[in-house]
């Protein structure tokens, strides 16, 4: 069983960063796929950040891309979100995801287990 556990939201202003972490449970943490996705209220759950097992790899939606930088500590088993320069329309809830892949993945559906989300909200 593989258990994901998110933190490190909150509200903040316009301009401020935030770093979201996810620890996963498991002894092979290096080879999951792991990814970030949030969901806004009323809108669907869409696509963040990806990245390797090896953490080589990264991919990110346009609209975070220069402001967000997803990593990985391996041997902490956690996979970290940097958020710079937040933006209003960043508030969401966000759902650190994982699935086992010898590549990026960038499909919701294409992953096997979820956290339960942490909330960010940036005021304006």
């Known amino acids: 069983q593989v258990q994901l556990v998110e933190s490190g939201g909150g509200l903040v202003q316009a301009g401020d960063s935030l770093r979201l972490s996810c620890v996963v449970s ?4 290096s080879l999951y796929v792991m990814g970030w996705f949030r969901q806004a209220p009323g809108k669907e759950r ?3 950040a990806t990245i390797s ?3 080589g790899r990264t991919y990110y939606a346009d609209s975070v891309k220069g402001r967000f930088t997803i990593s990985r500590d391996n041997a902490k088993n956690t ?3 940097q958020m710079n320069n937040l933006k209003p329309e ?3 809830v ?3 995801a994982a699935t086992r892949a010898s590549v990026i993945v960038i499909s919701r559906g294409d992953y096997a ?4 989300g942490t909330q960010v ?3 304006s």
């Open 26 to 29: 498991g002894r092979t943490f």
């Open 90 to 92: 960043d508030t969401a």
């Open 121 to 123: 909200t940036v005021s």
């Open 94 to 96: 966000y759902y650190c």
């Open 53 to 55: 097992g090896s953490g």
């Open 113 to 116: 287990y979820w956290g339960q």
């Open 79 to 81: 996979v970290y979100l």
């Open 46 to 48: 869409e696509f963040v």
